[in-house]
């Protein structure tokens, strides 16, 4: 895609029909309380499976700014003496890695010196971002979750680094699955990146990964999905679009206010969704409370 074609695009999606809801909440406001109520009908089992990733303190090719964990308690002189102690421990992360599971908030992206909805660069220190930082979704996220197993439908255990995923393979795997993605829904697309991580290695994934090509984003519009979560971090590299690393983080988040969440760990429930031949569920996302953050690393629950 020439940048010509992606800015085309990317302007026709940030005019998409946009309600005085969506310019305050973005994608979420396709999210309403009544379909947060349908969602849990979505429910059969009970049965709950993690969807984020073990947080990682060693480095390695795709970590090279893994967390930092301590245990700072018991001291040493503590350890084995009478009385009451406590166990205490210290983490920091780099929200954004390219390891761990997170959540994007709305104010991430910023492009042509602009974040979400128009507000300048600078609004960011300035406090002014407040409306589109991790404070908007203070609450969490709950709502209907559909898998789109990619690699599945193509009978692949995983895409190779610097495949895309384009609006016909979703629309392919809608159909073979038998499920079809609506407003206000929590769209996750398997790429097959943790599976692949797992047998063969990490690798440097700034370089190259599976993602979602750039006008596979019009089916987000068109469906009106509020939040798009992958076991990569969504976006191919290399770039499909000359002169912009990550359009699928531009296009969703900076044009149609969808909350992005990135290196997942769908193997589980992929594995339980093909055994139940059902792809739909209950999905809770919920961040920390970091009013002005631009991420938080967490930890999703899909319910089935």
């Known amino acids: 895609m020439t940048e010509q074609a992606f800015r085309s695009l990317y302007v026709r999606l940030r005019h998409h029909g946009r309600t005085a809801e969506e310019r305050r909440r973005g994608a979420l406001a396709h999210l309403t309380p ?45 350890t084995g003496t009478p009385g009451l102690h406590f166990a205490l421990d210290r983490f920091a992360m780099n929200v954004h890695g390219d390891a761990h599971t997170h959540l994007d908030a709305l104010c991430h992206v910023v492009f042509d010196g602009e974040l979400y909805g128009g507000a300048p660069e600078k609004a960011l220190k300035a406090g002014g971002a407040r409306g589109i930082t991790l404070d908007l979704v203070r ?8 898998l789109l197993d990619v690699p599945r439908v193509r009978g692949l255990p995983w895409l190779e680094p610097g495949d895309c995923v384009s609006a016909g393979d979703l629309t ?48 987000l519009a068109e469906r009106h999905v509020a939040v798009l979560g992958s076991d990569g971090n969504n976006d191919t590299a290399p770039s499909p679009v000359a002169g912009v690393a990550f359009p699928v983080h531009v296009l969703a988040m900076h044009a149609l206010g969808v909350h992005l969440l990135d290196y997942l760990d769908l193997e589980e429930l992929a594995q339980l969704c093909a055994e139940l031949g059902r792809w739909r569920f209950l999905c809770t996302v919920a961040p920390l409370r970091l009013p002005a953050a631009t991420g938080s690393p967490v930890n999703p629950i899909a319910v089935v």
């Open 172 to 219: 392919a795997a809608e159909e073979a699955q038998g499920v079809r993605t609506g407003p206000g829904d929590l769209l996750f697309v398997r790429v097959g990146h943790r599976r692949r991580r797992r047998e063969s290695g990490p690798w440097d994934v700034a370089q190259a990964r599976a993602g979602l090509h750039p006008e596979a984003v019009r089916l």
């Open 34 to 78: 009544e379909r947060v109520a349908a969602a849990a009908a979505e429910v059969r089992l009970g049965r709950t499976v993690s969807l984020a990733a073990p947080i990682e303190t060693c480095p390695g090719p795709d970590d090279p700014q893994p967390a930092a964990y301590v245990l700072t308690a018991p001291r040493e002189q503590e």
């Open 139 to 146: 609450g969490g996220i709950v709502g209907r979750g559909v």
